[in-house]
């Protein structure tokens, strides 16, 4: 599984990133994650290149939990 979040360094959100990225890691074994340089504002976070969550769609900053839920909801085999 690849995680990657894009952040914006303009505003400084490289803590919120790096925070985000420490939880899942330890929420998902094995998990890959990559921390990339972004600007206009941007937290953007994709999941096998796939967007799960987009701060400039979505007008904030994603909740506690949710990505962690968002995740959880992809990689959860479908009921056959």
């Known amino acids: 599984?690849?995680?990657?979040i894009e952040y914006c360094?303009?505003?400084n959100?490289?803590?919120?990133a790096s925070s985000l990225e420490a939880e899942?890691?330890?929420k998902f074994?094995?998990?890959e994650t990559n921390l990339i340089l972004g600007r206009g504002g941007v937290f953007e976070i994709m999941l096998n290149g796939d967007l799960i969550f987009s701060k400039k769609e979505k007008g904030r900053f994603p909740d506690d939990g949710e990505i962690v839920s968002l995740i959880e909801k992809k990689i959860k085999p479908s009921p056959s």
Do not use: P
Not at 1 to 4: A, D, F, G, N, V
Not at 13 to 16: K, L
């Open 1 to 4: 599984m690849k995680l990657s």
């Open 29 to 31: 074994e094995g998990i």
């Open 13 to 16: 959100y490289f803590a919120r």
């Open 9 to 11: 360094t303009q505003w």
């Open 24 to 26: 899942l890691k330890s």
